[in-house]
């Protein structure tokens, strides 16, 4: 028996070592071949952007473990960094080893903010260099920022999108009748519409109103900005929505939308004559975006560091996961820049629907110290509403695009049940409680009338706090800020007249603007939005994303699937200690 041990645990410890070994060696071939892999841009190249990826503000690296499960089921889907995006546009715009830029495949996620940054980006290295643009379908959102291209290419049996916006909420309010699952809510705000989903099986006539006139704004915007690239009057491209909402090829090209219809073969004829090379060869020399993405530019020549620290994601009580913003890590995050002598100004980039209201205060409070030592300067995105309006109310100057999505000053109380759903299983719970607030955020039953009355007196305090904080931050009284309050969300185009930002421009814009503010002149640096990622952080980005590879265009049943999805994981990440959210009023998901 002596000698059995001892052979057994000698083997284990050689099973250690050998393990051991292996995972360092294994860790350090991918370092290996990270390093030895840089990339470099050939001459003459041209600039590849494939569309098939989601746009966002900031690198969300998900933890190991959602990283090898979306590995394992085909990947997660592909993200760029729009900063990073602009930022290789702009110097790829300078640089003689490219020749032009191409533009092709469809874009998986993008707010409309979002896409106006980037059409601009595109439209200022169309001032010095070629941009080809090329799809089989362009929708209206790829399409946006191709319109104003050198050359717009269509496939011949391809097709361009025109047919306006629309949203289309899903509901589950009969649903959850049905299996028995209430939901009692309180709410200050008549436009606060974040709880009408699971109460619900319609839209409430005001929240009809403001989906509508947001919408409109947003088109308005599509419209004027398509109608300058082509040449055509915001009229022509309504009368083709309200007639032909997508148009075929010739008709496109009858509409003066394209250019020029070709098969794939014909356009990459075109992008080897870009650079002079005959249709024969084989290929021609070309470089992705977000390859290119990753080549470090020009020396930091400033010596005061401007800081970009990106807020994107629901606001959730605690740290939060890759893609939420946690009330403690982000006010962390702002109290150490803060902290830190070199950094002369922060840019908050906020790009967020909002969620606990807690969190929001937490991050607000470091707004507010942060900006008496040094400038604070709020860059919104996509979305800033509700919370993250609320996060963003204090800074020294807020920009906003015209399709920003913002305002949604207002409160809820979200509070479910599965006592009927439960009962009707033969499941059942007792309480012993020794007061009568003792447990008011259970499950198990409905809430009481003293319940739901202590509740709301919350909500509304909140509510009031949120006013006057408004009130204070953007030097406005009181009963102004009532009357545009009340949940209702604005563009950006429109806060800017109510008073909500203070100037239409994006990150960029307000980079500039801080630098100005702390007085540093053209002496400065961005540190940011995004850290070098570190060797695991990088393997879990290749885990997921693999290969690049071409993404399949969303159909009808991904859309549903992805609605009742994106409803789930709300529900998930109201975890606010006191249960009161500062969230946008709808879940907005643009057709």
């Given at each position: 028996m002596k000698d059995f041990f001892k052979t057994f645990f000698a083997a284990l410890l050689a099973l250690i070592v050998a393990g051991g070994a292996a995972f360092l060696l294994f860790f350090g071939i991918l370092a290996a071949i990270g390093s030895s892999n840089k990339p470099t841009v050939p001459s003459k190249a041209v600039l590849v952007f494939d569309m098939d990826t989601s746009l966002t503000d900031g690198q969300h690296d998900p933890e190991p473990g959602e990283a090898i499960s979306q590995a394992l089921s085909g990947g997660g889907g592909r993200s760029q960094s729009l900063p990073a995006a602009i930022d290789a546009i702009d110097r790829a715009a300078s640089d003689d080893r490219i020749a032009g830029l191409f533009l092709t495949g469809n874009l998986q996620a993008a707010g409309p903010a979002q896409l106006k940054e980037l059409r601009e980006a595109i439209q200022r290295f169309k001032a010095k260099k070629p941009v080809i643009a090329y799809d089989l379908g362009w929708g209206k959102r790829e399409y946006y920022l191709a319109a104003g291209a050198s050359t717009v290419y269509?496939?011949?049996?391809?097709s361009v999108e025109v047919n306006g916006f629309a949203s289309e909420p899903m509901f589950f309010g009969e649903a959850f009748k049905k299996y028995g699952v209430e939901v009692q809510v309180t709410r200050v705000g008549k436009y606060k519409s974040a709880v009408e989903p699971f109460i619900l099986d319609k839209m409430s006539d005001p929240n009809r109103e403001q989906?509508?006139?947001?919408?409109?704004?947003?088109?308005g915007d599509w419209k004027g900005s398509v109608a300058k690239d082509r040449k055509v009057s915001p009229e022509a491209l309504q009368a083709l929505a309200d007639e032909k909402g997508v148009l075929e090829a010739q008709e496109a090209k009858q509409a003066g939308l394209v250019d020029k219809i070709a098969p794939y073969d014909e356009v990459l004829d075109a992008l080897k004559a870009l650079v002079g090379r005959k249709p024969k060869d084989r290929d021609f020399p070309q470089i992705a975006l977000a390859t290119y993405a990753e080549i470090p530019g020009a020396e930091?020549?400033?010596h005061n560091r401007i800081a970009v620290l990106v807020a994107e994601g629901e606001i959730v009580d605690g740290e939060g996961r890759a893609n939420q913003i946690g009330g403690d890590s982000l006010s962390r995050e702002l109290r150490r820049l803060r902290l830190d002598d070199k950094v002369k100004a922060v840019v908050l980039r906020v790009n967020s629907p909002g969620g606990s209201a807690a969190a929001s205060e937490?991050?607000?409070?470091?707004v507010i110290l942060t900006r008496k030592v040094k400038p604070?300067?709020?860059?919104?995105?996509?979305?800033?509403?509700?919370?993250?309006?609320?996060?963003?109310?204090y800074g020294d100057r807020i920009f906003a695009e015209p399709g920003t999505i913002t305002g949604s000053i207002g409160v809820f109380g979200m509070l479910p049940n599965v006592k009927q759903l439960a009962n009707d299983h033969g499941i059942t719970w007792d309480s012993v409680q020794t007061a009568k607030l003792a447990n008011p955020m259970t499950l198990t039953r409905p809430k009481t009338d003293f319940e739901l009355a202590r509740i709301q007196g919350i909500v509304d305090h909140i509510y009031d706090q949120f006013i006057t904080k408004v009130a204070d931050s953007r030097k406005m009284k009181k009963e102004a800020v009532q009357e545009i309050a009340q949940g209702r969300v604005w563009s950006g185009q429109e806060a800017l007249k109510l008073g909500l930002v203070d100037e239409i421009g994006g990150l960029d814009a307000a980079v500039k603007y801080a630098a100005k503010k702390a007085n540093v002149g053209d002496d400065y640096y961005v540190a940011g939005p995004e850290e070098e990622p570190d060797a695991f952080k990088q393997l879990v980005r290749n885990l997921i994303q693999g290969k690049p590879r071409k993404l399949a265009k969303v159909g009808p049943v991904d859309v549903l699937v992805g609605d009742l999805k994106r409803q789930v994981e709300l529900l998930s990440s109201l975890n606010d200690p006191q249960g009161v959210y500062a969230r946008l009023p709808f879940d907005l998901d643009l057709r």
């Open positions: 269509v496939n011949p049996f391809g989906v509508q006139k947001l919408l409109d704004d947003l088109w930091k020549r400033g937490l991050i607000q409070r470091e604070v300067v709020v860059s919104m995105g996509h979305l800033a509403a509700s919370g993250g309006y609320w996060i963003s109310t």
